[in-house]
């Protein structure tokens, strides 16, 4: 399994700034992935986190108001930028050992409210 | 949108029954999960069912899989009052990347 460590757990931020939410694996891993959790809803995919290139977003989200970084195998920080009450959710890092039909390991996500 | 429903949406019952949950979904699968989330927090995994598989258990957890219908079910047997949680199935596309795509999720109470 993998242990993975989420930053911060929760914040509350005025609108108009922005909040970088950090995970840690404890372990290499190859799939690194984000997703956000509105309000009583499931989970929709952010982004898919690239080491050492770009990550790879889903339609309807966007690099300017989510950047993300990887800069290793085991490390990936997302950016909610200039923040609105809509933005309030739990924002959730995943990771997988490698591609295939394997399991995800989760973070215990960052609940995230806009103010 | 390939995100599968799950219904029902919210179930309660009592400690000691048996909880039934569906999923359904919208196109070829490599496999299906299911997860279980506490108050909002992460998501641990379940079971992992593949699309050639039927039916698998671990413990009080049986899955059954349906591709021809494109379905699959979650009972929990036994239940008690620590299985009050949401569980989402989520699943693995064929042809596609290895990102997950998760359903609406049951809400699930059991009551002592």
């Known amino acids: 399994s993998a242990v993975i460590s989420q930053k911060p757990s929760r914040d509350i931020c005025q609108r108009g700034t922005s909040l970088t939410i950090q995970c840690q694996v404890d372990?290499?891993?190859?799939?690194m992935f984000w997703y956000r959790q509105q309000p009583g809803q499931s989970l929709t995919l952010i982004a898919t986190a690239n080491q050492g290139s770009e990550a790879t977003y889903e339609s309807g989200f966007v690099i300017d108001k989510f950047p993300i970084s990887r800069p290793n195998l085991t490390f990936s920080t997302l950016t909610v930028s200039n923040m609105s009450p809509e933005d309030s959710s739990i924002y959730l890092c995943?990771?997988?050992?490698?591609?295939?039909?394997?399991?995800?390991?989760f973070g215990q996500g960052t609940r995230l409210t806009v103010v | 949108s390939q995100q599968g429903e799950e219904d029902p949406q919210a179930l309660s019952i009592q400690e000691g029954e048996n909880a039934t949950m569906n999923c359904s979904y919208k196109t070829s699968i490599n496999n299906l999960q299911w997860y279980r989330q506490n108050s909002g927090r992460g998501l641990v995994h379940l079971i992992l069912?593949?699309?050639?598989?039927r039916e698998k258990h671990s413990g009080r957890l049986r899955v059954t899989l349906d591709t021809s219908k494109k379905s699959s079910s979650l009972l929990i047997t036994a239940s008690r009052a620590a299985d009050t949680a949401s569980y989402f199935c989520a699943t693995v596309h064929q042809g596609g990347s290895e990102k997950l795509v998760f359903g609406k999720g049951t809400k699930l109470t059991v009551n002592p």
């Open positions: 069912i593949r699309s050639n598989e």
């Open positions: 995943s990771v997988g050992r490698e591609p295939g039909d394997t399991e995800a390991f």
């Open positions: 372990s290499q891993v190859t799939m």
